[in-house]
């Protein structure tokens, strides 16, 4: 099981990124694929995911209204557009599968304990 993150970079504040996840080794609707991000000195961040099927999502407060995660299953691929960036998203961004189920429960579905597979990580750099 591999997942490989990338189109991480460097923008300016209030740019765009779209960083993708290709996942092999399992089937993609399988699982619940997850996009988290730490920053130096900070604590693993869970701020959003998508189910196996793609009809259900969850977002972290944080970036709720300017990032959209999707899913390709027919490319093995999850998509994360990340809109009005900021510094503070400034943070290495890792994408992860779990057997999360739906609907999801709020209590773990952004806690990376409850996810087994991970990708590398992408540097996500905003400057002001």
């Known amino acids: 099981v591999q997942l490989q993150a990338s189109g991480g970079g460097l923008v300016q504040a209030e740019g765009s990124l779209r960083l993708s996840c290709v996942v092999s080794?399992?089937?993609?609707?399988?699982?619940?694929i997850g996009w988290f991000r730490q920053a130096p000195g900070k604590e693993r961040e869970g701020i959003t995911c998508i189910s196996g099927g793609g009809d259900s999502t969850w977002y972290a407060d944080s970036v709720k209204g300017r990032f959209t995660i999707s899913r390709d299953n027919a490319a093995n691929t999850v998509y994360l557009l990340m809109n009005g960036l900021k510094p503070e998203d400034s943070a290495v961004y890792y994408c992860?599968?779990?057997?999360?189920?739906?609907?999801?429960?709020?209590?773990?579905?952004?806690?990376?304990?409850?996810?087994?597979?991970w990708g590398q990580g992408t540097q996500v750099t905003v400057s002001s």
């Open positions: 080794g399992f089937a993609p609707a399988d699982y619940t």
């Open positions: 992860a599968a779990g057997p999360i189920p739906v609907p999801f429960d709020m209590d773990y579905v952004g806690t990376a304990d409850y996810y087994d597979y």
